[in-house]
């Protein structure tokens, strides 16, 4: 346990940022989780309350604290429609770690988010041995998505259905690039997050095709570190900047012109945590991710506004898909029109607007681990309004919401497929 007169100083600085909230309760008509459970703790003014007596709740029932600020999907939706301007998201992510810091982390997520996740050459390695088991452990759940379930891991992730893990992830197939500009164009550092180099490798090979066809030269290391979302919304600071050194050594002193991620979460993650974090390492990495921060761009921002992707007239018969607005990448970064002008490039799709399109899909990255029932709920919801759309394929710029709808879709038994703007996009060029 951590100095607690650290702690006390950490609770009241906390205790600034909580003056603004009105309680005027706008949260409630956004929030997906008050959606579900119409309980006040889950809104995000019931759990400003909790915060408000955060240093005695802490002391009494730490467990129960960490409980209930855990059930909350870090999506968003009450920030952005904050009449006040309350910075929510800083607000729960302090408190999740002062929490944590006095709670201390279990060893399992100790593991996950400062040995896994900041240490790629043991992820990597865990992933070619896990990857040949998985055959044994997920069977086929036999529907569109090509999804597996694992009635022998229940226990442990659930009934979820998930894509099979493939055979070779990005880094072992495409391994370490740094292109000399092509004329003196642009060059981009290309970060594929964990799910893009370890998950959907076709998704990440798509934009490396995209690079390739409009001679964007590419820096990309095998040897990334997690971005380390995971562990700030797990309340593990350290482990973030563990991540966070690890990625340093590796993006400093190399040239690029903007770095590119095809994860919504991941370029919020970058542009606004890793300046953040980066002043618990030293003064040189402060300045340094405060330069990078502004180079970050999630992939469709870039071809579109970047690159100059233009929308086509789609074709006759062309198949329909419908975009769902991933909450960190319209609600955190502003980005809603460049995903739909990017799979609007590809002629041979039809886009059409499903119903609350940025209403969250209930994945919330760690938050379907731990509360699956509610995650399914809430994307159930997600699920009927992209059937009611009449969409062949379902699309999102973030992985983890690809993952989420997959699994909806998949325990349905629609046939709506899901993919990556970038994807579509990749499928028109020859």
Not at 64 to 79: I, P
Not at 202 to 207: E, Q, R, V
Not at 264 to 269: A, L, N, V, Y
């Amino acid at each position: 346990m951590k100095d607690l007169k650290q702690l006390a100083t950490r609770l009241m600085e906390l205790d600034d940022r909580l003056a603004a909230c009105m309680k005027c309760g706008n949260c409630q008509a956004v929030c997906p989780m008050f959606g579900a459970t119409h309980m006040e703790g889950d809104v995000a003014r019931g759990k400003i309350v909790l915060i408000e007596n955060l240093a005695h709740e802490v002391l009494r029932d730490p467990k129960a604290v960490a409980e209930k600020l855990s059930r909350c999907l870090l999506c968003g939706s009450c920030q952005a429609g904050c009449p006040s301007g309350v910075k929510n998201m800083e607000i729960f992510m302090e408190a999740r770690e002062i929490v944590y810091t006095y709670l201390g982390l279990s060893i399992v997520k100790k593991m996950i988010f400062r040995i896994l996740l900041a240490k790629p050459k043991f992820f990597n390695f865990s992933m070619r041995v896990g990857a040949p088991a998985s055959r044994m452990l997920f069977w086929s759940a036999k529907d569109a998505q090509k999804t597996t379930h694992s009635p022998l891991l229940k226990g442990i992730i659930g009934d979820r259905h998930i894509r099979r893990v493939p055979v070779k992830p990005l880094h072992a197939s495409v391994g370490d690039l740094d292109e000399p500009r092509i004329g003196g164009g642009v060059k981009v550092c290309f970060f594929p997050g964990c799910m893009g180099d370890k998950f959907y490798v076709d998704m990440a090979k798509a934009c490396l095709k995209v690079f390739k066809h409009h001679n964007v030269a590419v820096y990309l290391s095998s040897k990334f570190a997690c971005c380390g979302i995971p562990a700030v919304s797990s309340g593990d600071g350290d482990g973030m900047v563990m991540e966070l050194k690890k990625n340093f050594e590796l993006l400093k002193g190399k040239d690029f012109d903007y770095i590119v991620t095809p994860c919504g979460s991941c370029t919020d993650t970058i542009r606004d945590w890793w300046p953040k974090y980066a002043e618990r390492i030293d003064a040189s990495a402060a300045d340094f991710f405060k330069k990078l921060s502004a180079k970050a761009m999630d992939i469709n921002a870039f071809l579109v506004n970047v690159v100059g992707v233009e929308p086509a007239e789609p074709r006759a018969g062309a198949t329909t898909v419908t975009y769902h607005d991933s909450c960190h990448l319209k609600k955190g970064l502003g980005i809603s029109k460049e995903p739909r002008a990017l799979i609007q490039a590809n002629p041979d799709y039809k886009l059409v607007e499903m119903k609350e399109a940025d209403r969250c899909c209930g994945c919330g990255g760690s938050f379907t681990l731990y509360h699956y029932d509610l995650s399914r709920q809430i994307g159930q919801r997600k699920r009927n309004n992209i059937v009611a759309s009449g969409a062949q394929v379902a699309s999102a710029g973030c992985p983890a919401c690809m993952m989420q709808m997959e699994d909806v879709l998949s325990h349905n038994g629609d046939s709506v497929l899901v993919k990556h703007p970038v994807e579509i996009y990749a499928e028109s060029l020859k």
